[in-house]
């Protein structure tokens, strides 16, 4: 067969981690080619229609901030726009927008078509070309050799994919898909180590058969968000209502009559399942006392009559989806368009892999996404940016870059995988991030932007929007800082009735903003007529607002610094280290971590352990 082109990256899959990969390392100037079974499904979301919510919008604000696509598609197909814990504290709010799947799909591929460097090819990818423990290739299922610098693997759940409805099964990538299982096989004969995990998706419903008089409605919010820090309002289409509805005593008999024909029940399928999104029969089998729950009824589309009832995953026999589907609410006479199903699949313990995502055997090769052990779109979105960004740097010969916790949600879930490894699906929750305050979905540009454009993923429009709104800010703050109030003057007194207790001296406006009972809007505008972005607003109020708690926690940071900096070469001795328990130091040897912080973070060492470890670095040398 003729030579192909050769390519400095290869990603291989088009999901969500695929995509980010492909795009981030073209934008850095690498000859890129995208491989994957089927370019009609580059960018699918294989289950709910929806991108975004708590923790997962900060990745995805994340992933915008580094150049990424996920904001953008979501802005241009996004058909309800919330924020969620929009009366918390900034470090929890999120946004989260149900997408039009057509729509963001076509925003995907027309980003990925347009994107230069890159090249996309449709075929399944079948084995790798490994040499001395390098990856060298990828040779497709009709035999065609590409040869590649890097590959970054971002194969989702086809690997050995396996579905389940009831107690019959067949070999599947996702429903109406097909698995990947040359490939699974191949690398199941390289050294990584391979395990089985779980998860599904409801039956999706025909909204023409759908009763919804009486079902609560649930719009989106006004004024409507955005996504991406360079998106707005104008991009998106139409917006639609969602509904609620629940399962009730009925609904629970018919599913527990399924259970033994269940194939999680009956040990049919052995991987685990992500705990915060149980199927409908693991919620009714755990919390036999509740005789309901919340059905979030969401339109998959503008174009399509099908619906997403969101919370009723199911891997049960088909009959009994029926049955428990009909005993619902506006339900009663409904059609199911798709049956509900499991899917099991492979992936890889992710403590295998180093910060950059290359995996620690073999040199080149790249994992992200679900195969390293996570569920949701936004998780294998911030993988695939970060493997793709990191196969791009090792061919240029530079070092790799992996964001720091208290920088990024990236930066969390990174070290949660490679430190801890995974036994269940991993998804991301802001209580998973020790510096939330510092973390927040509003400042995820503030804090990686100027990194991504120095990565080169950042291009000339973001960087200029992104460093106008910065000098805004600054000035902002500082005409703030030095703009006075007297206590008793025309503006003291057009603050009274908001104000706890009168003020009594002069106040900076910045002062002023520190106190709870007052926002931007009641002060900005007390002297002079200023016209401010409301992000800029935004920014200035977050900053005076929680200036004591965002100082301390910056401390604590500097003081963590001190370990992120001190490395354990991967040769490091531990047997050689005196008064550390077998125990521990059994568990360093799996973990091996590439600092002293990671030391730290696994679960079971002490600080004096951490104490014994740097004593023995610094005699090293
Ligand atoms: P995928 O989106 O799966 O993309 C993998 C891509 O790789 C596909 O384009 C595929 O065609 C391609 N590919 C695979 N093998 C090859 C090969 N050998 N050669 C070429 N191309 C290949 N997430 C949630 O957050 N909540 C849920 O409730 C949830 N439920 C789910 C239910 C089901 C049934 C499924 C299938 C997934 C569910 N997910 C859920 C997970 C979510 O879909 C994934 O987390 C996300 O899509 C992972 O992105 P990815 O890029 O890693 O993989």
Redesign the pocket.
Known sequence: MQAQKRYQVIV????????EACLAAARMGCSTLL????IE??G?????PAIGGIG?SHLVKEIDALGGAMAKATDLAGIQFRILNARKGPAVRATRAQADRVLYKAAIREILENQENLDIFQ????DLIVENDKVIGVI??MGVRFYADTVVL??????GGKIHIGLENYSG???G?PP?I??ANRLRELPLTVDRLK???PPRIDARSVNFDGLEEQWGDTPLPVMSYLGNVDQHPEQICCWITHTNAQTHDIIREGFERSPMFTGVIEGVG?RY?PSIEDKINRFADKDSHQIFIEPEGLTTHELYPNGI?TSLPFDIQQRAVHSIKGFENAHIMRPG???EYDFFDPRELKYSMENRYIQGLYF????NG????????A??LLAGANAALAVQGKEPWCPRRDEAYIGVMIDDLISLGTKE?Y?MFTSRAEYRLMLREDNADVRLTEIGRNLGLVDDERWQVFSDKREQVAVEHQRMKSTWIQAGSAEAKLLEPKLSAPLTREYSLLDLLKRPELTYQDIGCLKGNVEVEPQVAEQVEIAAKYSGYIERQQQDIERLRQHENTLIPEDFDYDSVQGLSNELTQKLKEAKPQTLARASRLPGITPAAISLLLIYLKKRG
């Open positions: 291989i899959g088009g999901g969500h981690a695929g995509t491989l994957s079974h089927n499904t580059l699918q979301m294989s289950c709910n997962k075929q399944a990818a079948e497709t299922q971002t194969a989702g759940t086809f690997l990538g996702r429903a898909d990947s040359g490939l998860t599904g998706t992500p999104c995953s199903y499991a899917i992200a996404g679900q195969i996570t569920t949701g779109y936004e998780e294998a979105a993988q695939g699906p998804r």
